[in-house]
């Protein structure tokens, strides 16, 4: 049963840079993608974006670009999200998810058609002055 | 860019069949996915590839896509069944999520 134990809240100052971790256990962390899907208060889900750990490639949404970098460290199981130049409107639940039906095909992976079967439990992160 | 739009809101009575949809363009050339998500917890996939149940998802739970559509199914809605849901589909491999509906079970 894969797990996942996520960092815990954040309070940033805006124009700061927040990295959120999320602990894997069960399965092998190598062999399956992790993404980052956040959550601002009362509001809907929004994928930032995903890596695959045993490439080390990430793939960001476009609007995220620039901003947010994704990393995943083999040794320790975990991965990271830093998010950086943070804003108000940054304020929101962030969740790492295991992302299963990703296709690789010499060494070239691709989301498309993927999707989100294990969740952390949730990082709260509140930009603030 | 590609969007996703589900209603606001659905009233069910328990017993009853809740339908919930999903629409984007051209979104039956795409597989979609279904989240549920209570209050203070994250989401569960409830349905992936369109019709697939992960292990543990009660049948009563079914998914449908064809055209611009698709379909969340909640059938024999049952009190455990009042949350948001959310639809889910990849476009420009981008993940792309609905707006979400309540369903409130009366």
């Known amino acids: 049963q894969v797990q996942l134990v996520q960092s815990g809240a954040e309070a940033k100052k805006p124009g700061s840079s927040v990295k959120v971790s999320c602990k894997a256990s069960?399965?092998?962390?190598?062999?399956?993608?992790l993404s980052w899907v956040r959550q601002a208060p009362g509001q809907g889900l929004e994928w930032m974006g995903g890596i695959i750990p045993i490439y080390g490639t990430a793939n960001y949404a476009q609007r995220f670009q620039g901003r947010v970098t994704i990393t995943a460290d083999e040794s320790t199981s975990t991965a990271y999200m830093d998010l950086s130049s943070l804003r108000s409107e940054d304020t929101a639940v962030y969740y790492c998810a295991r992302t299963g039906g990703v296709r690789c095909r010499s060494g070239s992976c691709s989301f498309t058609d993927s999707y989100f079967d294990y969740w952390g439990q949730g990082t709260l992160v509140t930009v603030s002055s | 860019s590609y969007a996703l739009t589900q209603p606001p809101s659905l009233s069910v009575s328990p017993g009853q069949t809740a339908t919930i949809t999903c629409s984007g363009d051209k979104l039956g050339n795409k597989y979609v996915c279904w989240y549920q998500q209570k209050p203070g917890q994250s989401p569960v996939l409830v349905i992936y590839e369109d019709t697939k149940r992960p292990s543990g998802i009660p049948e009563r739970l079914s998914g449908s896509n064809s055209g611009n559509t698709a379909t969340l199914t909640i059938s024999g809605t049952q009190a455990m069944d009042e949350a948001d849901y959310y639809c889910q589909a990849w476009d420009s491999s981008t993940g792309v999520f609905g707006t979400g509906t309540k369903v409130t079970v009366l």
């Open positions: 069960g399965g092998t962390f190598s062999s399956y993608a």
